[in-house]
């Protein structure tokens, strides 16, 4: 019994382990960062919440709303300064942000969704040093907005789980017409059997009272 016990906290502890963040560090040179993100600014995290809604791959997602205080990169109209970010559970690279905190956010997009990693130099305000802030306006003035990422209005939470709600409703229905088809084709083998069945029946008596006729 311990043995079994042993050998399942050992499969447990390697299932973690997969599913731990593995990254190199960020580039210590702030223009290939700034050129890499999608999205850079100066931001305060409002609020969070969990997606209540599981994607198949049983994964958990929180989203936060952050208010753009100082945009570095990016094209940013004044009514739509607020930002969702996205996170993943279960060991993922994703920041955590927390409730309340000013940060320096170097965004990314995944199919118009924003996140950030830890791998990146995303990180509080506090802890950002102010030449690296100075270094992101110079890049911003020199490059101009035209470089920069395209204004994006980021989904509600509610809009994000009735899209995930949505996708599984998709992907039930599809499911119940494979179903549906191969109850079809099953049923249409199950008739052409009994048909079959009937056939081989009536030509078997047909044959019988042939015999009997003849042998009469």
């Known amino acids: 019994m311990n043995k079994f016990i ?7 502890l390697f299932a973690s382990k997969s ?16 050129k890499g993100s999608y999205q850079v600014f100066v931001g305060e995290v409002l609020e969070s919440s969990s997606d209540k809604l ?24 004044p009514k739509y300064r607020l930002r969702t970010f996205e996170r993943i559970s279960h060991g993922s690279c994703d920041y955590t ?20 990693n ?11 040093n102010k030449n690296e802030i100075e270094e992101l306006r110079r890049l911003t003035k020199d490059y101009g907005e035209e470089k920069g990422a395209a204004l994006i209005i980021e989904k509600s939470v509610a809009e994000r789980e009735l899209g995930v709600a949505q996708v ?7 499911a119940t017409e494979e179903l549906n088809n191969t109850k079809n084709w099953l049923l249409g083998i199950a008739l052409a ?7 081989s029946v009536f030509t078997s008596l047909r044959r019988k009272k042939d015999k009997v006729q003849h042998g009469s």
Do not use: M
Not at 168 to 174: A, C, F, G, Q
């Open 6 to 12: 042993s050998i399942a906290i050992i499969c447990l």
């Open 54 to 77: 599981y994607l198949a791959s049983g994964l958990n997602y929180t989203y936060y709303t952050i208010q753009v205080i100082e945009s570095l990169k990016g094209n940013y109209h």
């Open 168 to 174: 599984k409703i998709k992907e039930l229905n599809n």
């Open 97 to 116: 942000f927390e409730v309340g905190k000013k940060y320096l956010i170097y965004a990314y997009s995944d199919n118009g969704n924003l996140s950030t």
């Open 118 to 128: 830890i791998c990146s130099r995303t990180a509080p305000i506090e802890e950002v």
């Open 193 to 199: 059997l009994a048909l079959l069945l009937v056939l």
């Open 19 to 34: 599913f731990a963040c593995q990254c190199i560090g960020p580039s210590a040179n702030i223009e290939e960062n700034w």
